[in-house]
């Protein structure tokens, strides 16, 4: 752990963060910031001190400072959101934040009301669709904390929603809102959404089919809502549902695509500044037009970081790099913690810091092409590895062919993802324009082909009983044995995947027995 010093600041602070989580409301936030202030001065005494003798005391005391800072994070964070709404119908104003959801009898709208997030369902009527994003509402309803549903889902959905910081939910029937006059003051976050939507318009202007449209909104800018359910459930038995939430993946590909464009700058010092400027720009640019998603901007921040630490010298991609954007992201809204995007996205990463090598070296060959097609599909199967424990753990589905599906798909992406950047270029041309959007359509036909084949098979995904965290970090230690037997072979090693294997059979056993 001496190697990575920022990782052994970020495991502290996400300790804290998630202890405060565990014990919500038992350490008053006032009482952990006088606790915060003492320890800052016996740190500060210690600096001046510096005594060889009582190095770790001070090491010991920024680890606790960490922690503390953690859980006055989260304490502080829930009381923004988890506070109590008037009773009864009350009138409110507000201005829809996100694009609406379409729900069967209603429209979700997401809304800011006193400075907290909103969920509202607009009864549908002929009003109902005339709202958009940046527009403010004068409503009439009443507001209740979010509350969980009336099913016999273990799911808690209150929580769900306010660890996404949605302090409120509210249906509002016909008659009681009305939309203000006035010109929209819209935030950056409003105007990507925006133009978000107007990608959508010009991909149905280039002739591309219903799913086509909306696999390659999905792919490319993170706009789901075209998808129907259909196709949605067949990805999902074949094990490649994540290629349809813009993520870490589809950033990595523009990343690595930007790279191979701007190489020639690379051969001087000023060159390779110019091309993190260059790229950092890009890949703003590109989250701009993604709509700023919360997990888009993960990843943004993630490469930024990897192609500074290429630029200074050190390792493009270590532990350092991820400890560093977990550190900052914790510091600015603790609640990523506990959300699956981003604990996907860094798990993902680990995964391919630690099997991508191992992975890589299976396959040897001269060809230039071939490796960097290989390269491309051990990124995608150490990816799959380690996200694998978390994706049956949240969804508790298990997709038996998902290396196979992931490695076409691991083809097909980025050539989607590069070819639908030459259509935008392109544009103006009209014939080579054309046959560009053809050669797209038939390339997003595949990787529909390929969910719905895959999907088709005997026995393709078998749904599990509820997956316990115990289990899930049962499958961690089972992976990371199989890490060590296969990077450094040893007895220990082996001991690692046995404690595995039989700390998850144990625990399944217990529960399809409590079931």
């Known amino acids: 752990m001496r190697k990575y010093p920022i990782l052994r600041l970020t495991i502290p602070l996400a300790t804290g963060v998630f202890f405060a989580e565990c014990f919500h409301g038992l350490f008053p936030l006032e009482g952990v910031l006088v606790a915060l202030a003492v320890l800052l001065a016996v740190l500060g005494a210690g600096l001046l001190v510096r005594s060889f003798r009582c190095r770790w005391m001070f090491g010991a005391g920024v680890m606790l400072f960490l922690f503390l800072t953690g859980v006055a994070l989260m304490d502080n964070q829930w009381r923004r959101v988890d506070r109590d709404w008037p009773p009864g119908r009350q009138v409110y104003k507000g201005i829809v934040q996100e694009a609406p959801v379409e729900k069967k009898r209603s429209t979700q709208y997401k809304v800011e009301i006193n400075g907290r997030d909103v969920l509202l369902y607009l009864a549908k009527d002929a009003m109902s669709h005339s709202v958009d994003v940046g527009d403010s509402l004068l409503i009439h309803a009443r507001i209740r904390q979010p509350v969980n549903r009336n099913d016999s889902s273990r799911f808690d959905y209150a929580r769900y929603l306010k660890l996404h910081q949605v302090g409120g939910v509210a249906y509002v029937p016909s008659g009681s809102w009305k939309k203000l006059d006035g010109t929209p003051r819209l935030t950056w976050k409003q105007k990507a959404l925006k133009v978000r939507e107007k990608m959508v318009d010009k991909y149905r202007e280039w002739g591309l089919t219903g799913e086509q449209v909306a696999v390659l909104s999905a792919l490319t800018i993170g706009y789901k809502a075209e998808l129907d359910e259909d196709l949605r459930e067949k990805y999902a038995v074949a094990g490649i549902s994540h290629v349809l939430a813009l993520s870490g993946l589809h950033i990595g590909i523009v990343w690595m695509f930007l790279g191979f464009l701007l190489k020639p700058l690379e051969r001087s010092r000023w ?130 062919y998902f290396l196979l599906a992931n490695i076409v798909v691991s083809i097909l992406v980025p050539m989607i993802i590069a070819v639908g950047f030459l259509a935008l270029l392109l544009a103006p041309m009209g014939g080579i324009h054309a046959w560009i959007v053809g050669v797209l359509g038939g390339l997003i036909d595949g990787i529909n082909l390929t969910a719905t084949e895959i999907s088709s098979w005997p026995w393709a995904s078998f749904s599990l009983s509820e997956v316990t965290p115990v289990e899930v970090g049962a499958c961690y230690l089972l992976l990371g044995g199989i890490w060590r037997c296969w990077a450094h072979p040893s007895w220990k090693a082996w001991m690692g995947v046995l404690a595995g294997v039989v700390v998850f059979l144990t625990v399944r056993l217990c529960v399809l027995m409590g079931g």
């Open 271 to 400: 060159g390779r500044w110019l091309k993190w400027g260059v790229s950092t720009l890009m890949l703003w640019c590109f989250a701009f037009v993604a709509g700023l998603e919360a997990s888009v901007v993960r990843a943004v921040i993630m490469c930024m970081l990897m192609e500074l630490g290429r630029v200074s010298g050190g390792k493009a991609l270590s532990l350092n790099t991820l400890g560093i954007a977990g550190f900052c992201m914790l510091l600015y809204n603790p609640f990523y913690l506990f959300d699956a995007g981003f604990q996907l996205s860094f798990v993902a990463v680990l995964s391919i810091l630690m099997f991508y090598p191992l992975v890589n070296r299976m396959v040897s060959s001269e060809h230039r092409i071939l490796r960097w097609g290989w390269g491309i599909v051990s990124v995608s199967v150490s990816a799959q590895w380690g996200t694998a424990p978390l994706v049956m753990y949240y969804f508790s589905n298990f997709s038996v």
